[in-house]
């Protein structure tokens, strides 16, 4: 079982900045991404990309102001979150390994446990 390590989350204030990370210690995979859910929404996908050519693709709700990243020689990916809004208060999930499917409609293999995102006025 794939271990995917989530680290970074927390509370903000508005237009604040925060950096996520999720480590794969030993893994490198195909595609990373970043999800999120809001209570009473589905969970959505904010960012992705693709290691061997490092493609990334964002949602249109945080383009211009997230950024997704990808340090090979510590396999983790990072997603730096800026000019945040309260619309972003979410779970934040990373995931692994896609198998089926391209952004937005990637499937992924393995999943975080998920850290939380919490902005406020």
């Known amino acids: 079982q794939a271990q995917l390590v989530e680290l970074g989350g927390g509370s903000v204030k508005v237009g604040g900045s925060l950096r996520l990370s999720c480590a794969t210690p030993g893994y490198t995979y195909n595609c990373m991404g970043w999800f999120r859910q809001a209570p009473g929404k589905e969970r959505e996908g904010v960012a992705q990309?693709?290691?061997?050519?490092?493609?990334?693709y964002y949602a249109d709700s945080v383009k211009g102001r997230f950024a997704i990243s990808l340090d090979s020689a510590k396999n983790t990916v990072y997603l730096q979150m800026n000019s945040l809004t309260p619309e972003d208060t979410a779970m934040y999930y990373c995931?692994?390994?896609?198998?089926?499917?391209?952004?937005?409609?990637?499937?992924?293999?393995?999943w975080g446990q998920g850290t939380q995102v919490t902005v406020s006025s």
């Open positions: 990309i693709y290691t061997a050519g490092g493609d990334t």
């Open positions: 995931a692994a390994s896609s198998y089926e499917g391209r952004w937005p409609r990637a499937k992924f293999r393995y």
